[in-house]
């Protein structure tokens, strides 16, 4: 069975400052696609930042970066000069080829961006 | 300007009811989805269809129907049979496999 794990509820960073949050997964694919989606208050998803997992080179979207270990099965994303409209739940979601692009979710981090 | 519309955003229900969630989106998709999503989880499938007349249970398709009669349509019904309907939920369309998918602002379903 394929899983998507956050191991992180909560977390919270100063303004300005650097953040990463974590996510690992479990599966046995080797064509696949890793995601994270951006929650805030409005209840909006937003994707921030999409990964191939044939790709070796991270992917980085502005701020947004993430860290694709695939031999540990692992995707974090890094937030850099934190902002108050970072305020948000993030989701890390993944899918594989075959999949008809279904999208199985972790459970959320919840991110606070203090001023 | 292109994107996936949601409504009601909220929706109170009364035991015994089915209500129906629309979802319509002007993005060309073929593939659509519905999501649950509770406090504390991540979303959790419910239905999708790949294409018109065609759908197919998701994770957690008990007490749910949906039916996808034209592309830009995909309706669902929480029937009485769900005995836990109070949740948010989230219509997604993508082009399929492994594009990115587009979300809606979503509806909050409550039962009264």
């Known amino acids: 069975a394929q899983t998507v794990t956050q191991s992180q509820p909560e977390m919270s960073v100063q303004e300005a400052e650097t953040v990463t949050l974590s996510c690992t997964y479990d599966t046995s694919e080797n064509n696949y696609y890793l995601f994270w989606y951006k929650q805030p208050p409005s209840r909006q998803m937003i994707l921030v930042i999409r990964?191939?997992?044939?790709?070796?080179q991270n992917a980085t979207e502005n701020r947004f970066s993430v860290n694709f270990q695939k031999a540990a099965k692992s995707f974090s994303l890094k937030i850099s000069d934190s902002q108050l409209g970072d305020t948000a739940m993030y989701f890390c979601?993944?899918?594989?080829?075959?999949?008809?692009?279904?999208?199985?979710f972790g459970q959320g981090t919840t991110l606070q961006v203090k001023p | 300007d292109g994107g996936i519309t949601q409504s009601p955003k909220y929706l109170f229900r009364k035991e015994g009811q089915n209500v129906t969630l629309s979802c319509e989106q002007n993005?060309?998709?073929?593939?659509m989805y519905w999501y649950r999503q509770d406090p504390g989880q991540g979303l959790r499938l419910i239905y999708y269809s790949q294409i018109v007349n065609d759908f197919q249970k998701g994770d957690i398709a008990e007490g749910y129907s949906v039916s996808r009669e034209k592309k830009e349509s995909f309706p669902l019904t929480v029937t009485s049979a769900q005995k836990n309907p109070t949740a948010f939920y989230l219509c997604a369309s993508s082009m399929g496999d492994n594009r990115k998918a587009f979300f809606g602002q979503g509806t909050r379903l409550t039962v009264v």
């Open positions: 979601a993944f899918t594989f080829s075959g999949n008809t692009g279904k999208l199985i």
């Open positions: 993005l060309n998709h073929d593939a």
């Open positions: 990964q191939e997992a044939y790709k070796q």
